[in-house]
């Protein structure tokens, strides 16, 4: 049977044994199968995700942000890098929380597998642990640090880092205190669980952060035209945070 006639069931069944490379390919060989493979929520990317996400995560309210399959896949290979963080992180088996081991005296810092140059990207950090004295989230590039001695904001101690300190509501960069945020009398203080969605626009170069679905406002202006991770940095022992990415921030 040529394969123009096989139904498109049958196709999809074949599509969901194909590399993700294979799946990109096979999208421009034609309409119909652009049509099957631009279903986000079909068997193809569902079976992806039984293969490749582990089962506790996709049962719990993790990505309850991603509403569909191919979403959910994608989120996982923007997750946290096992590779590029302290000795004292490690990822769990969910690919999306890391562990802060108990190391005294030692701030510990992670960076998502994929940095970002162009475009408007969205993600949600889920501090769900202690924050302890110091806990900062934000973005980073590839030179800045993952571990130091003591207990201080990693994440924005350095001109390669920019972070929001979710303990005291100031935003740090280059070492310094960039004031507070959000710009708010009596801004209330982070709750451990809330979702935190981070707003990187690098076509503006700008970093927002959103608490809850409430847009908190620009944070950082005139960043640099350069690879941007996903970062956050931690002091406490046996906090865990989630990180999951959405893509192109939704308007409004």
Same mark, same amino acid.
């Given at each position: 049977?040529? @394969? $123009? ?12 044994? &194909?590399?993700?490379? *294979? ?5 421009? !060989? ?8 631009? %279903?986000? $929520?079909?068997? @193809? #990317?569902? &079976? ?12 719990? $309210?993790?990505?309850? /942000?991603?509403?569909?399959?191919? +979403? =959910? ?10 590779? *590029? ?18 190391? +005294? ?17 969205? #993600?949600?950090?889920? #501090? ?13 590039? =590839?030179? +800045? ?12 101690? %350095?001109?390669?880092? #920019?972070?929001?300190?979710? @303990? ?18 009596? +801004?209330?203080?982070?709750? !451990? ?9 690098? %076509? *503006? ?12 406002? @620009? ?6 035209? =350069?690879? &941007?991770?996903? /970062? ?21």
């Amino acid at each position: 049977m040529h @394969v $123009d006639l096989l139904p498109d069931i049958i196709l999809g069944s074949i599509f969901s044994y &194909l590399s993700l490379q *294979d799946l990109r390919s096979s999208s421009l !060989v034609c309409k119909r199968w652009y049509s099957i493979l631009n %279903d986000e $929520d079909n068997d @193809v #990317w569902r &079976l992806h995700c039984i293969r490749k996400l582990a089962e506790e995560v996709l049962s719990s $309210d993790l990505l309850s /942000s991603t509403p569909t399959y191919k +979403a =959910k896949l994608k989120a996982l290979y923007h997750a946290w890098n096992p590779e *590029d963080c302290s000795r004292n992180i490690y990822i769990k088996p969910n690919g999306f929380t890391i562990h802060r081991n108990p190391v +005294a005296q030692s701030t510990d810092a992670v960076r998502g597998k994929i940095g970002f140059s162009h475009g408007r990207h969205a #993600w949600e950090v889920v #501090w769900e642990g202690p924050l302890g004295t110091v806990a900062v989230v934000g973005i980073a590039t =590839k030179e +800045a640090t993952l571990q130091t001695h003591g207990y201080i904001a990693l994440l924005g101690s %350095d001109d390669q880092s #920019w972070g929001w300190n979710l @303990v005291d509501n100031h935003l740090l960069h280059n070492g310094d205190s960039q004031g507070n945020y959000p710009m708010l009398n009596n +801004a209330p203080k982070y709750q !451990v669980g809330e979702r935190i969605r981070v707003i990187l626009d690098c %076509d *503006d170069n700008t970093l927002a952060f959103e608490r809850n679905y409430e847009f908190l406002g @620009v944070a950082f202006r005139g960043l640099p035209e =350069k690879l &941007l991770y996903p /970062s956050v940095s931690a002091v406490y022992g046996h906090t865990e945070v989630s990180m999951v990415y959405l893509g192109p921030p939704l308007d409004g």
